[in-house]
C-alpha cells in the first residue's frame, strides 16, 4: 500500500487553500490532511474539518476557538488557537509537507519553524521569500528542506528546470497578464475605484494579490520570489506581459534555448505539481487546445504607469531589510486602498516614501523582519488615522 503524504494546509479558508483542498480530495488515495488552518472564517474551517477529518485545526482568531471547539466537539479532531498553535503545528510528526496559503507576512513565522523541523516547502505564501529570502533559502539548505513553488509562474520555471540543474541559465522570463489595467495610462488611473482593480481579466484570487496584480506589485514580488528560489541573479529575470495567461513563464539557457510551461489559467495545476512532485498524476482538469488560442502576444510592462515594479527592482538591488520595507509599505497601503481611504497611486507613493525614509539595515533573523514590518505598518496607518 502507498503510504500517503500528510499535509499542513495553512491558510485552508481561502482562495489556494480552497483550491488545494479540491486537489487532495481528487488526490486522496496519495493525499491526507493532517492540520488546516484559517484566520477568522470559522465556519467554511469547521465545514472542511468536518469533511477532511485533519488531525488538529487552528483558528487564529482567539475569539473564534470556543464557537470551533465546539462544532468539533463530536468529531475527534483538536482545536487550537493562536499565532504560536501556528508556529507548533507546523512542527508535529504526523506532518511531511506544509502548504502555506497564508496571505502577507503572517506567513513567514509558521514556515521558518517548518524549515526548521525539516518538512518539505509548497510555497504559495511569496512574501515568505521577498521578506527573508536569504534567511529562509539559507535554513533550506541547512535543514536539507525542498521548497516548492506554488506559484504558477515559479511552477513553470520549476517544470522547465526538471533535467537541466547542471546547466547554466542565462534568463529566466517571467510573465504577466497585465491585470485588469493593461494598455491604460497614469491618467486613465488616477481615479480607479476599488471594485475596478478587483475586476482580474484572468485568475480568481484573494483581494490582496489582485490588487497587487493590478498594480505590477504581484510581479515585482514574483520577481524577488524567483531569485531566491533558483539562485539567479535580479540582472537576469525579466518581465513580459503576456495576456492571455497560456505560457506561465520561460527560462532561457546558456544555448539560447528557451523552455516554457503552457497551460489553461488554473492554479490546480501548480498547486497538484508542488503536492505530486518528482511524479505527474493524472487529473480531470480542462485542457489547453492552440487552435482555441490563435494569438499569443507579448509586450513590454509600461513602468511609468505601473511603478510598483520597478519599486520591487529597486528594492531587491539594495537588498537587506528594503524588500521587508516594500513589502510591509505595500501590504498597509492596499489594505487601505481596499478600504477606500487612498487612492491607486498612492500606494506607490507610499511604497517610495517609505523606501526612502528607511535607513539601510541587515535583520538576522525572523523576528527582526517581523519588528521591520510592523514598524512600518503603524507608520503608515497612523498618517492615515490622523489625516
Ligand atoms: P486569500 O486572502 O484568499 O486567503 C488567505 C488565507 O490566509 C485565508 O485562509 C486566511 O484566513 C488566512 N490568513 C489571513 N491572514 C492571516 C493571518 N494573519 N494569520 C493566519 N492566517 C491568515 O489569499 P490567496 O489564497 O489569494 O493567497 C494566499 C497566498 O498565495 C498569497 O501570498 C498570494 O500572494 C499567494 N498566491 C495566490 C494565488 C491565487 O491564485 N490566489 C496565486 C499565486 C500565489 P481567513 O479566510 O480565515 O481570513
Not at 195 to 217: C, F, Y
Request: aromatic share 8%; with cysteine; hydrophobic share 40%.
Amino acid at each position: 500500500m502507498i503510504e500517503k503524504k500528510k499535509i499542513a494546509l495553512l491558510g485552508s479558508t481561502g482562495s489556494i487553500g480552497i483550491q488545494t483542498l479540491e486537489v487532495v480530495e481528487e488526490l486522496s488515495q496519495l493525499l491526507q490532511i493532517e492540520v488546516l488552518t484559517a484566520n477568522t472564517n470559522a465556519d467554511l474551517l469547521i465545514q472542511q474539518a468536518k469533511k477532511f477529518n485533519p488531525n488538529v485545526v487552528v483558528i487564529g482568531d482567539e475569539s473564534k476557538y470556543e464557537y470551533v471547539k465546539d462544532a468539533l466537539w463530536n468529531d475527534d479532531i483538536k482545536v487550537y488557537t493562536g499565532s504560536q498553535a501556528l508556529m507548533d503545528v507546523v512542527q508535529m510528526d504526523c506532518v511531511d509537507l506544509v502548504l502555506s496559503a497564508i496571505v502577507g507576512i503572517a506567513g513567514l513565522r509558521p514556515i521558518y519553524k517548518a524549515i526548521e523541523a525539516d518538512k518539505t516547502i509548497a510555497l504559495a505564501n511569496k512574501e515568505t521569500l521577498v521578506v527573508a529570502g536569504e534567511l529562509m533559502t539559507q535554513a533550506a539548505y541547512k535543514h536539507g528542506v525542498n521548497i516548492y513553488p506554488v506559484d504558477s509562474e515559479h511552477s513553470a520555471i520549476f517544470q522547465s528546470l526538471v533535467g537541466e540543474f547542471h546547466n547554466p541559465i542565462e534568463r529566466l522570463i517571467i510573465t504577466a497578464s497585465g491585470g485588469p489595467f493593461r494598455g491604460k495610462k497614469r491618467t486613465d488611473l488616477e481615479k480607479v475605484t476599488k471594485n475596478e482593480a478587483l475586476h482580474h481579466p484572468n485568475w480568481k484570487m484573494g483581494n490582496k494579490i489582485t490588487i497587487d496584480s493590478a498594480t505590477l506589485m504581484n510581479k515585482g514580488l514574483e520577481v524577488i520570489e524567483a531569485k531566491w528560489l533558483f539562485s539567479v541573479p535580479l540582472e537576469k529575470i525579466e518581465v513580459v506581459i503576456h495576456p492571455q495567461s497560456i505560457v506561465h513563464s520561460l527560462v532561457e539557457f546558456c544555448d539560447g534555448s528557451i523552455k516554457a510551461q503552457l497551460g489553461l489559467p488554473n492554479m490546480k495545476l501548480p498547486i497538484q505539481y508542488a503536492l505530486t512532485y518528482p511524479i505527474r498524476q493524472s487529473n480531470t482538469f480542462p485542457r489547453l487546445h492552440f487552435t482555441d488560442y490563435p494569438n499569443l502576444t507579448f509586450e513590454k510592462p509600461d513602468l511609468n504607469t505601473f511603478p510598483c515594479l520597478s519599486l520591487a527592482y529597486h528594492a531587491s538591488k539594495q537588498g537587506g531589510c528594503m524588500p521587508c520595507v516594500l513589502n510591509a509599505a505595500n501590504e498597509a497601503a492596499v489594505a487601505l486602498f481596499l478600504q477606500d481611504k487612498i487612492g491607486f497611486y498612492d500606494i506607490p507613493y507610499l511604497i517610495e516614501k517609505a523606501l526612502t525614509e528607511t535607513s539601510f539595515s541587515k535583520p538576522t533573523s525572523v523576528e527582526e523582519y517581523i519588528n521591520i514590518d510592523e514598524t512600518i505598518k503603524l507608520s503608515i496607518y497612523n498618517t492615515f488615522n490622523h489625516s
